[in-house]
């Protein structure tokens, strides 16, 4: 039987170009140090860029980002989904 627990998150979000940005760690991550200003900054700059330069817009109307200190994989992208350490 798996004891499962409430997860709190802290999260920020922004529009990037029409995309709905956000970004999510354990509480107080994502404000400290401007953490999660910089990952939804440098985020919603990325989507419209490569969009130019590949040719290709984003095509999905949101990107999560997930930010996990102790996560053995280092980052794994997911539709949708973009999760590192």
């Known amino acids: ?11 920020q979000a922004r529009d990037g170009n029409g995309v709905l940005v956000r970004v999510y ?3 107080g991550l994502v404000t400290e140090a401007g953490r999660g200003e ?4 440098t985020a919603c700059r ?5 969009g130019d330069y590949f040719g290709v817009r984003y095509p999905l109307p ?3 980002m997930l930010a996990i200190p ?11 989904l973009v999760t590192y350490r």
């Open 25 to 27: 760690s354990r509480p």
């Open 46 to 50: 990325s989507l419209p860029f490569f």
């Open 62 to 64: 949101k990107c999560d």
């Open 1 to 11: 039987m798996h004891n499962s627990k409430k997860v709190k998150f802290g999260a």
């Open 70 to 80: 102790d996560f053995s994989g280092g980052a794994m992208e997911n539709w949708g």
């Open 38 to 41: 910089l990952a939804l900054d």
